[in-house]
């Protein structure tokens, strides 16, 4: 039984309902291009269940977010060169804009860091 919410936008793509460009997917997580790209490989991880953040994630079912983890670590290997960044925007100030937690797989080039 997986946890849903109707008006949630990620779950939504996890059913089917709304169009993503999918590039891998486990028994329990998705994942997708992000719409708008911020580097050459940008891909949003997402557990089939809904959850709001990474905290909650990994208080409520810490395998899960180990699922998410480890198909981030596949989607880097296939798409790019197995090196990359996972990122867990938490919080609308921290940038988070969909409450269903996802991991930002970004790959594929030299990153620069300047999060603020
Ligand atoms: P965040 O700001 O950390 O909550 O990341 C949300 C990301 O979701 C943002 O980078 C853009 C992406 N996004 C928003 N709407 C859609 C959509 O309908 N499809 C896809 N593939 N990505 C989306």
């Given at each position: 039984m997986t946890s849903t919410e109707t008006d949630c936008l990620f779950c939504r793509i996890v059913a089917g309902e709304v169009p993503a460009d999918v590039v891998a997917t486990s028994e329990r997580s998705i994942a997708f291009r992000d719409i708008d790209p911020?580097?050459?490989?940008h891909v949003l991880v997402v557990p089939?269940?809904?959850h709001g953040d990474i905290a909650?994630?990994?208080?409520?079912?810490?395998?899960l977010l180990s699922d998410v983890v480890a198909l981030a670590d596949e989607v880097a290997g296939d798409l790019a060169d197995g090196q990359f960044r996972l990122i867990f925007n938490s919080g609308p100030r921290a940038g988070q804009s969909?409450?269903?937690v996802h991991g930002h797989v970004v790959a594929g080039a030299e990153l620069g860091w300047?999060?603020?």
């Open positions: 911020q580097a050459p490989v089939r269940d809904h909650q994630l990994a208080a409520a079912d810490p395998e969909v409450f269903h300047s999060p603020a």
